[in-house]
Nanobody, 117 residues
């Protein structure tokens, strides 16, 4: 079955950087659109970055210019490089895989990112 495992979260000071990874298994990775979402306490889960199977990329305005999404089909992995982190970036970060933009897709278990001094 499809499994997505996120890693790389942690505690970082404001202005710092983290690189999240999401490793996929049980799927033909290159056929899937991949995305990163995040959910802060009391908030809805929000889409922050997506990369299509054709490598078209888009970002939420809140992270544009600071975060970079990439994928490595040979490793069945998607990454999120996060720079200039702010306290408001604190959330659980999830990756999602979907065959189409409207499909419910598959989710990982999430990784906690905390930005605090």
């Amino acid at each position: 079955q499809v499994q997505l495992v996120e890693s790389g979260g942690g505690l970082v000071q404001p202005g710092g950087s983290l690189r999240l990874s999401c490793s996929a298994s049980g799927m033909t990775f290159g056929l899937y659109h991949m995305a990163w979402y995040r959910q802060a306490p009391g908030n809805q889960r929000e889409l922050i970055a997506r990369i299509s199977r054709d490598r078209d990329i888009s970002y939420a305005d809140s992270v544009k210019g600071r975060f970079t999404i990439s994928r490595d089909n040979a490793k069945s992995a998607v990454y999120l490089q996060m720079n200039s982190l702010k306290p408001e970036d604190t959330a659980v970060y999830y990756c999602k895989a979907a065959r189409t933009t409207s499909a419910p897709g598959f989710w990982g278990q999430g990784t906690q990112v905390t930005v605090s001094s």
